[in-house]
């Protein structure tokens, strides 16, 4: 997937052949994207899989943003629960991919364009290193610095690479649900009218809250075990704006 490029294979059988596909930059086009991908997938369902996983990886590893839209996308193409899964597991390796990628090429350059934040995410590491993996499910449940600064920095921090994929796989489940989910009802809609139906406002509202349970518990566990301020780490990684 690239902006606006040609990478559907030309067939005699498909009506899609040459129509583009792109990362979606809003609900307008992500709405357009998942048409396409659908009527393309009645007769090419692996290369419509092939594509999503590619492009997931892809916007993963290289910490670029807007992965929201591709989960998004995932509840429309896969349904929920293949889509959750499938979030999670290409979430997981993607960051995974970034760690990799960063540990052997980024961490001179990490360091000397957000030397503040890694030295404050390297205390707060130390003080939270007996309960490492809460901490780090915490970080993910609770973003008080953006999910790609974490990929890149953690190899910085001296994180094992097992705990980093375990605390991705299981810390963005209650995100990637709420986005699977909310693709998932957001294809069955005929109009925008329908979005504001009881139906799909009560689904949306259940979703919410069952999404607010694994954050509930690890914050509950994070006052009693963890080393936290989090008004002035969210205070410090805020006061800069990202580049």
Request: net charge positive.
């Amino acid at each position: 997937m690239a902006e606006r490029a040609h990478v559907l294979p030309s067939t005699h059988s498909c009506k899609l052949c040459t129509r583009s596909l792109w990362f979606p930059s809003d609900l307008a086009e992500l709405r357009e994207l998942s048409e396409v991908l659908r009527e393309y997938r009645k007769e090419h369902q692996g290369y419509v899989f092939l594509l999503f996983c590619s492009a997931y990886l892809y916007k993963q590893g290289f910490a670029i943003p807007g992965s929201s839209f591709l989960n998004v996308l995932a509840g429309a193409l896969f349904g929920p629960w293949l889509g959750l899964l499938l979030c999670c597991v290409l979430t997981s390796v993607g960051a995974t991919c970034c760690y990799l990628l960063s540990s052997v090429f980024g961490k001179q350059l990490v360091v000397s364009y957000f030397p503040d934040k890694v030295a404050l995410l390297q205390r707060k590491v130390e003080e939270n290193r007996n309960s490492l993996f809460f901490f780090l499910l915490f970080l993910r449940l609770f973003p008080m610095t953006p999910n790609w600064f974490l990929n890149l920095s953690a190899p910085i921090l001296n994180i094992p690479i097992v705990q980093f994929f375990f605390s991705v796989l299981i810390g963005l489940i209650p995100y990637n649900f709420i986005c699977v989910q909310t693709g998932s009802i957001l294809s069955t809609l005929s109009s925008l009218d329908a979005l504001f139906s009881w139906d799909t406002v009560f689904k949306l509202l259940a979703i919410a809250m069952v999404a607010l349970i694994p954050g509930t518990l690890i914050k509950k566990f994070s006052q009693k075990h963890l080393q936290l301020n989090e008004t002035s780490i969210a205070d410090h990684m805020h006061s800069r704006k990202d580049t």
